[in-house]
């Protein structure tokens, strides 16, 4: 396999990644992966953000575009497509999105100890269930609200035609946080990322 694709295959697998560790995951110098991903984002298929990652300067992460997640199809797709489909046929539309809306609820009762965390530690929490569904999410503490954007879901490709699995990122942020976020942004709308806003007065009144 090139090395162009084994960084693109090693970016699907893992999300989100610097060159170093992309580096030492491919076994080659950091200068060789800086250049094959400064033509993969050259070609659309990858994008990148400064991260932070405890104290000190933000580090540089890596990860693929929309377009560079279409290079891996799965079948799950078609799969879930054609089940959605025949269930929006046999029950009323309403209903789906509870279904999406029940799972985002057991998924948040699973988690021992929740009532005890913090917003912060909740917010950790839900960024690290998300990325083991398949998203890249980051949340962000500023000022007066918290903000939360996923720069790739995926779902995203079933979404575009049954945006009722939009409920379960969005019900999971609420059941999480005990409190109803504020979408602002939609990749389905043809925005480059979702974002949640999440006021902390509002955080605040429900921990009073």
Partial sequence: M?????VLHLLFERGRA???????????????????????EAEGLVASEDERHGVGRPRRVYYLTEKGLDQFPSRYVRLASK???HLK??????????????MAQ????????????????????????LRREGFIVTWENQGDRYVVREVACPYLQLG?????????????IAEMLDVDAERVQCMLTGDRECVYIIPKTRVQEQVA
Avoid: W, Y
Avoid at 106 to 129: S, V
Avoid at 160 to 172: I, K
């Fill in 2 to 6: 090139k090395t162009r694709d084994r």
């Fill in 18 to 40: 610097t060159i170093k560790e992309l580096a030492q995951e491919l076994g080659i110098n950091p200068v060789s992966v800086r250049h094959h991903l400064l033509k993969l």
């Fill in 83 to 85: 089940l959605l489909r």
């Fill in 89 to 102: 046929a046999t029950i009323p539309p309403n209903l789906v999105t509870q279904v999406f809306m029940q």
């Fill in 106 to 129: 057991e998924m948040a009762a699973e988690i021992e100890g929740l009532e005890t965390m913090t917003t912060e530690e909740r917010l950790e929490l839900l960024t690290q269930l």
């Fill in 160 to 172: 575009h035609h049954h945006p009722e699995v939009c409920t379960l990122d969005s019900a999971l």
